[in-house]
């Protein structure tokens, strides 16, 4: 009875974390909020198969995992996806170079400084959900389940129905877009 | 010689599968030569580290 106490108060503390992992995979708050309450009703119902071999909280992510491929998959069944093939034209990458392939002087990435020190810095994680959030969906899709959720390209493209050089592509751009947009709002101030 | 935004490619590529021999040699040499490309690597490499954050 206490360590499902004990649970229950560990679940809610990790609800926030959980809500905005599923939202930056599904882009609706609705559907993200559903992901999570099906996580966590199912992380107590089957409470007793956690085996402690993780700790509590990956074990719940874990299920979150699945929920939201779940959602994900019937996102696409619903139609709520733009076709992935027609990105070629990106004006916003394209303007962080010039004709010749170079980088625009206006574009050019300066430093950021040790990894450390940012991921301390709570307008850093602010600037990077705000950039997270303005990316296209497609780009914040793949980007999510491969730098979020850890799958490899190749899964990710079972998973969507895609050529894995698509994916290549699309996170390619999603992590030019990121870079610009976090470079533009936390370095120099700017909103994305 | 390869340009800024083709070196962009293969950073981002590399955060993903093993480059070959050939990508790994005109990455390198390319970053050898551009300081704006090494700090490009170097924010890929940490939006990569960003994505891990989610872990418990």
């Known amino acids: ?192 | 010689m390869m340009m800024c935004k083709k070196a962009t490619r293969l950073m981002s590529l590399k955060q993903d599968r093993p480059l070959t021999f050939q990508e790994r040699m005109s990455l390198r040499l390319h970053l050898s030569m551009c300081s704006a490309c090494r700090e490009c690597e170097r924010q890929f490499t940490l939006l990569h580290e960003a994505g891990r954050r989610f872990d418990p």
């Open chain 1, 1 to 192: 009875m206490k360590e499902q106490e004990d649970r229950l108060q560990r679940l809610t503390a990790v609800r926030p974390r959980l809500f905005s992992f599923a939202f930056m995979h599904l882009r609706d708050r609705s559907q993200a909020e559903d992901a999570v309450q099906e996580a966590m009703m199912s992380a107590i119902e089957k409470h007793e198969s956690f085996a402690g071999r993780s700790s509590y909280e990956t074990w719940v992510f874990g299920i979150l995992k699945y929920k939201i491929l779940d959602a994900m998959r019937a996102q696409k069944r619903d139609g709520r996806w733009q076709p992935l093939e027609n990105e070629d034209d990106d004006d916003a990458i394209d303007r962080q170079f010039q004709q010749n392939g170079r980088w625009q002087q206006s574009a050019r990435p300066s430093s950021w400084g040790e990894p450390e020190a940012a991921f301390e810095t709570e307008h850093f994680w602010q600037t990077f959900d705000a950039c997270m959030i303005a990316l296209p969906d497609n780009a914040a899709r793949v980007f999510s389940l491969r730098e979020l959720m850890g799958l490899s390209t190749g899964d990710i493209c079972r998973e969507l129905g895609i050529k894995e050089n698509n994916c290549w592509v699309i996170l390619h751009r999603a992590r030019l877009h990121l870079r610009a947009c976090i470079e533009k709002g936390w370095l120099k101030g700017a909103t994305p």
